[in-house]
């Protein structure tokens, strides 16, 4: 894909340049603790690339995505605030995109929202005074002509890379590769897709995308859920909406109750590498610094935070005679343009 003009964040720069991109999504809050959201930002820096900022998902009240956003740039790890359309108008919308862009959001995620009565206030009025097409036009508008939907000019256009969303394994099956091409043609940049459990679908639709000439417009980056329980699975697959999990992945999960993340790691790491994929098992923290290699070894890095005080971090595991430095993290040149993993699963919003 080609862009004109420079990036608008690390993670466009990061695709443009085929780099292997690696999103997360950052824990919502329950709180008004800014340090928690921090703590669970400064876990995620180094490990991945970009880190989505739920928009009250699942039409459950959260902490604010925009500041969650700040509070995460705040610790370097880069945003990617999400916006949807059930719980503002036009005149917010257009607002807060302008907010989330002034505080560092300069990735955002534009959403129609899960029905308020997928929440636990399903007396709430909904607004959905437009949908994620309507907001995607709109923000292009903002950014690229620099004005409001209303055609008053802006002092300054906000900065961002704009993204979208689609769940290609929810029925009807057809409709879902022209809708993302309709995203795209309203001014998606980039699109996130449901957790995918079921490849084969993945992978017809993604040929219908690239018949439809979207991957040529648009990165597409496909959501990876790494298991920690079977109960977990099977409660995604009955009752989140648009989750597939096929009878025959449900079985293998089935048949290894005891031990689902590493079953499913040394099955992944083998189809990967059959497929020339650059790859390595994702390790939770706890595990890393566990390792008897990694403490036998020197392995682990203490860096001292200006808030959160010291932090651990993997060391380089190789030292240079003529390097003075004692350890540092260098990403990895494997290139993919639409695969994204994610360490922790993302409530399912209305795309």
Request: aromatic share 4%.
């Amino acid at each position: 894909m080609t862009a004109a003009g420079p990036p608008h964040s690390r993670l466009e720069a990061l695709l443009r340049a085929g780099e292997f991109v690696v999103t997360a999504e950052l824990q919502a809050q329950d709180g008004g603790d800014p340090e928690a959201v921090r703590a669970d930002a400064a876990g995620l820096v180094g490990y991945v690339d970009a880190a989505n900022c739920t928009d009250n998902s699942a039409a459950h009240a959260h902490l604010s995505a925009i500041a969650a956003g700040h509070l995460a740039a705040d610790v370097g790890l880069e945003p990617i605030v999400q916006f949807t359309c059930r719980d503002r108008n036009r005149i917010a919308l257009q607002s807060d995109l302008l907010g989330a862009a002034a505080l560092g959001g300069r990735n955002v995620l534009l959403l129609t929202g899960d029905d308020v009565s997928a929440g636990d206030h399903p007396e709430t009025r909904a607004i959905f005074d437009i949908d994620s097409l309507h907001l995607l036009r709109i923000a292009r508008t903002m950014r690229d002509e620099g004005t409001y939907l209303s055609g008053r000019k802006l002092s300054s256009p906000p900065s961002i890379f704009i993204g979208a969303a689609e769940n290609p394994f929810a029925p009807p099956h057809h409709v879902r590769a022209p809708r993302l091409a309709k995203k795209v043609d309203a001014g998606a940049e980039f699109a996130q897709l449901q957790l995918c459990f079921n490849v084969p679908r993945l992978r017809i639709f993604m040929e219908e995308l690239g018949e439809l000439g979207v991957l040529d417009r648009c990165f597409v980056l496909v959501s990876v859920y790494i298991a920690r329980s079977v109960r977990g699975i099977r409660y995604m697959r009955d009752v989140v909406p648009g989750i597939d999990v096929p009878d025959e992945v449900m079985g293998r999960f089935d048949a290894v109750a005891d031990a689902p993340r590493e079953r499913q790691t040394d099955e992944v790491l083998q189809r990967l590498d059959a497929a020339d994929v650059p790859c390595s098992p994702v390790n939770f923290p706890e595990e890393i610094f566990q390792n008897e290699h990694v403490q036998a070894n020197g392995l682990m890095l203490s860096l001292e935070h200006p808030v959160l005080g010291t932090l651990l971090q993997p060391n380089c595991p190789v030292r240079m005679s003529a390097t003075r430095s004692t350890g540092s993290r260098r990403r990895s040149t494997a290139s993919s343009r639409n695969t994204s993993a994610r360490p922790r699963a993302r409530s399912r919003s209305c795309d």
